[in-house]
């Protein structure tokens, strides 16, 4: 049976929590939701890439922490990894910041490197890879690219003079034309600079 983005991210973080965090000492979490969006700055940034964030339950109407997954990353092993990083912040509470507190708990879950932008360690990964992957499947969820989009622009439609008798015509062998958007000339077609008449879209 196919699961959601959430669905999978609620069991990977049911997986952490209770078989990674819990053996390690942090047994005690607050009440928290998780989900897949895009962060509140820094989401598609060239250096320095926000991947997760883990918001206080201070910020909740209801007092939920909030963790977001950005939908700009989709490998299962990064995915899992941003998770463990913000469910510290999550049990350790975000006044810790990525401080000596923080570190505690995350070299102990298996996160290593600098602790604000933190990777899984081997042994971490195998975790992830024998408890999460291998129950829960990949992922379920493909990159979202914003240097993919193309920028939108308007399409100018090219309207003629079908006057045969028209002087422009005569004179340069080819019609009189312009170029105009479709809703414009929805709104009111041009008229000729020549002879007056109104051009049609070629």
């Known amino acids: 049976m196919k699961i959601t983005r959430e669905e999978w991210l609620i069991g990977a973080s049911y ?27 820094g989401a598609f940034a ?5 991947i997760g964030e883990a918001w206080h339950s201070s910020s909740s109407a209801d007092g939920t922490c909030e963790i977001f997954i950005s939908p700009t990353i989709a490998d299962s092993q990064l995915v899992a990894a941003t998770l463990a990083h913000e469910l510290v912040h999550v049990c350790v509470g975000n006044a810790a910041a990525h401080g000596p507190i923080f570190r505690k708990c995350a070299l102990a879950i298996g996160l290593e ?11 971490l990964n195998q975790f992830i890879t024998d408890n999460i992957i291998q129950v ?7 990159v979202l690219d914003q240097s993919q989009v193309k920028k939108q622009t308007t399409r100018m439609l090219k309207a003629v ?11 340069n062998s080819k019609p009189y034309s312009v170029r105009i958007s479709q809703s414009t000339y929805n709104y009111a077609a041009p008229v000729c600079g020549c002879c007056d008449q109104t051009m049609s879209i070629n």
């Open 15 to 41: 997986t952490l929590e209770k078989h990674l965090f819990s053996p390690k000492g942090y047994p005690d979490f607050p009440k928290y939701r998780v989900s897949c969006s895009l962060p509140s700055k």
């Open 46 to 50: 060239s250096k320095l890439r926000r």
């Open 113 to 123: 490197g600098k602790m604000t932008a933190t990777t899984a360690s081997k042994d």
């Open 136 to 142: 829960l499947g990949n992922f379920p969820h493909a």
């Open 161 to 171: 003079c079908l006057n045969s008798a028209c002087s422009f015509q005569n004179y």
